[in-house]
């Protein structure tokens, strides 16, 4: 499987929003997730199966693994082949997880937006006794 370039640096934790409710916590974001069109890279040049797969560190961890929503909020494809890509959310861990997108034959891929909210308890905070 044909893997993208360097990383995508999608929703670093400054771009992230952030919302706690009692014990409860929602994180969001939103972005582009690659552009393989500008530098003629995988997704967009290369035929088989391909894979861009961005890390995703939340702004702050949450007490266990939180539910995960992961959307396309944009797509820019050939219309030469059929479309054909799975997006999904991997390795989910209290601190973070990983968005995969994958594509696969003849398919080309310009581009690719996703937004992504994680929502589920608040850590734990530590406090100082006096």
């Known amino acids: 499987m044909a893997l ?3 990383q995508p640096e999608i929703c670093q934790i400054a771009l992230q929003n952030r919302v706690e409710i009692d014990n409860l916590q929602v994180i969001t974001c939103s972005g582009e997730l690659f ?3 500008d530098g003629g890279l ?3 040049s290369a035929v088989g199966d391909r894979k861009v797969t961005a890390d995703i560190t939340f702004v702050r961890a949450f007490r266990v693994p939180p539910a995960i929503t992961l959307g396309l909020t944009g797509l820019d494809s050939s219309h030469d ?3 054909r890509f799975l997006l999904h959310a ?3 861990k209290a601190a973070g997880f ?3 997108f994958l594509t696969w034959s003849d398919t080309h891929i310009a581009r690719a937006s996703v ?3 994680a929502m589920g ?4 905070r530590s406090y100082k006794s006096i």
């Open 35 to 37: 552009n393989h069109v």
């Open 121 to 124: 308890m608040v850590k734990s």
């Open 115 to 117: 937004s992504w909210q």
């Open 4 to 6: 993208g370039p360097a």
């Open 98 to 100: 990983k968005i995969e």
């Open 81 to 83: 082949q059929n479309l």
């Open 42 to 44: 995988p997704m967009w």
């Open 90 to 92: 991997t390795d989910i």
